[in-house]
């Protein structure tokens, strides 16, 4: 699994788990358990936009890789035109 996937699985996780905190606080009218609750649903979603920043990084690198591949072809083309 993919370190970004893994920190958005852990993100969702975290979240649903705070929503649930959150709830049970609400029902039992603890306001410790709501806060808890809800710094762990905002502890989800920061994992999980950890994740979406490490797929933005990979789909850069990605992205550059293919540019410099290309240019390395178009130089190898001119070149290889010349030599002939």
């Known amino acids: ?44 979603r920061s994992e999980s936009a950890w994740g979406h920043v490490k797929d933005a990084a990979n789909n850069v690198g990605e992205g550059i890789g293919d540019a410099a591949h290309n240019v390395g072809n178009a130089v190898g083309d001119l070149f290889h035109r010349d030599n002939k």
């Open 1 to 44: 699994m993919a370190d970004s996937t893994k920190d958005h699985v852990s993100g969702a996780i975290d979240q649903t788990a705070g929503k649930i905190e959150q709830g049970i606080g609400h029902a039992v009218g603890d306001a410790d358990t709501v806060a808890q609750g809800q710094a762990d649903e905002a502890q989800g």
